[in-house]
């Protein structure tokens, strides 16, 4: 998964068509847990460009976007936030891809 690397490119991806941003953090033991499973989300929604964005790099796009607890996705295309999938509950495999299936971009 693309890691992002700067405000000015998470700007771009969210004007793009189709982007789920995950919101994650290297000390996060739930990100850990979804973490073997990302690489089959990518191949299995190609439509999709998934972007991991770390927390603590980027702590003020965090606080804009409202992410307070990771992980977390939003799911943005052409500028608009179609979804979000925000919970204090330990995300499954199921739980992300009913998520990525109710995407109505």
């Known amino acids: 998964m693309e890691e992002l ?3 000015e490119q998470y700007e771009t991806l969210k004007n793009s068509e ?3 941003f995950l919101f994650t953090a290297d000390w996060c033991p739930d990100c850990t847990v979804i973490e073997p499973f990302l690489p089959a989300l990518e191949v299995d929604y190609p439509e999709i460009t998934f972007v991991s964005v770390n927390r603590d790099d ?3 796009i965090c606080e804009e ?3 307070f607890g ?3 996705f939003i ?3 052409e500028g608009k936030e179609y979804s979000r999938f925000v919970s204090k509950e330990r995300k499954t495999r199921s ?3 009913q998520f990525l299936n109710e995407l109505e971009w």
């Open 18 to 20: 189709r982007t789920v």
């Open 65 to 67: 976007e409202d992410i």
């Open 5 to 7: 690397q700067s405000k």
């Open 70 to 72: 990771i992980p977390s």
């Open 58 to 60: 980027h702590l003020s």
């Open 75 to 77: 799911a943005y295309s």
């Open 95 to 97: 739980d992300i891809e």
